[in-house]
Nanobody
Framework: QVQLVESGGGLVQAGGSLRLSCAAS????????MGWYRQAPGKQRELVGA???????NYADSVKGRFTISRDNAKNTVYLQMDSLKPEDTAVYYC????????????????WGQGTQVTVSS
């Protein structure tokens, strides 16, 4: 059993900052990629940023230069630092991780957090 628990969402004014955290727990042998997605009302879920086990990162064009994704492998945690927030960043943010039970063998399974609301007021 694996759980992803997110924290750090909330209400912030445009131009402000928030930091999201997502901690994975349970039967974890190895974590591959970790990422953040978001879904605004009436829109499809979209990738915000992702980080590989080798710390390579990629971002949606809309957040490049404003958001930074990072991970702490010792804590099985991924972070999303969000700066210069805009009203269009308002969404439910979900973390995602590819996790397998054993360290050196087995297939990875995608897990999702429950989501955390980020609201940016103008």
């Amino acid at each position: 059993q694996v759980q992803l628990v997110e924290s750090g969402g909330g209400l912030v004014q445009a131009g402000g900052s928030l930091r999201l955290s997502c901690a994975a727990s349970g039967s974890i042998g190895s974590i591959n990629a970790m990422g953040w997605y978001r879904q605004a009302p009436g829109k499809q879920r979209e990738l915000v940023g992702a980080v590989t086990s080798g710390d390579s990162t990629n971002y949606a064009d809309s957040v490049k230069g404003r958001f930074t994704i990072s991970r702490d492998n010792a804590k099985n945690t991924v972070y999303l630092q969000m700066d210069s927030l805009k009203p269009e960043d308002t969404a439910v943010y979900y973390c995602n991780a590819a996790i397998r039970r054993y360290r050196f063998t087995g297939a990875y399974t995608d897990y999702w957090g429950q989501g955390t609301q980020v609201t940016v007021s103008s």
